[in-house]
């Protein structure tokens, strides 16, 4: 059975409290979910909303996206990474890794090692020159972000400051779900 309809969207329907998202996400969903509960569609429409703008903020770094979070993983994933496991989290072709990684080292942003554990692999690290990139730009668009934030109401900032450690914890949740994937590959 569907999701019901409000105000001619159809909004995902939970069942033990996860919500059945349907095949069609409506293009404005209403605000909230009638019971109380979170609406993951909605949810999901607002952080893609905010994604558009947020990684088109201006930057002071001209490097291209798959660049950045190449570093930016490097930086906060925990360690260096297999060529393949990069690829698989950075969603890109082996080939297509490896010629960013070339690039990247040739800039002094990443150093190939050869992985202790397995002599015929090599271990990709980030520079310290590679995370001053992932701290510039996190700088550059705070910079950015506070005078936006400014503009909103405290109970609109007070509602986004109540919001981050879930934010967060969904981020962790995902990163371990990806993670206990690829381990069992």
Known sequence: ??????SGCV???YVSGVPNIPDSIPDNPPDGHPDGDLDAA???LAIEHFNRFYIRLPALE???FTTLSVLDTLASGGGPMRLTELARTE???QPGITQLVTRLERDGLVERRPDPGDGRAVLVHITEA???IGRSRRRDRTRQL???LA???PGERQAITRALPALTRIADLGQEDRQNRNDRR
């Open 1 to 6: 059975m569907p999701g019901s309809t409000l």
């Open 11 to 13: 909004k995902p329907r």
């Open 42 to 44: 909605a949810l999901t």
């Open 62 to 64: 001209k490097l291209s």
């Open 91 to 93: 969603q890109v072709s």
């Open 130 to 132: 590679g995370r001053r």
């Open 146 to 148: 506070a005078p936006l």
């Open 151 to 153: 503009r909103l109401t």
